[in-house]
């Protein structure tokens, strides 16, 4: 498997090591599903994987 270095804000760091111990799983193995299913999603949709990433939030009722 071919290593890949990221640079994260400390704020996401720290957001991801609270939920690698929250789901019993290393921060990698975290990083590796989240890019496996982008990559999957962005094979089966292309493009539109993003529209959620990048509209504004909606306000609940």
């Known amino acids: 498997m071919a290593r890949q270095s990221i ?6 760091k720290e957001g991801l090591d609270k939920m690698a111990t929250a789901f019993g799983m290393t921060q990698n193995a975290l990083i590796n599903l989240a890019v ?3 990559v999957v999603k962005y094979e089966a949709e292309g493009m539109r994987i993003f529209f959620d990433l ?5 306000k609940s009722k």
Not at 7 to 12: H, M, N, Q, R, S
Not at 54 to 58: E, G, K
């Open 36 to 38: 496996t299913t982008m």
């Open 7 to 12: 640079e994260l804000a400390e704020t996401v």
């Open 54 to 58: 990048i509209s504004q939030p909606r």
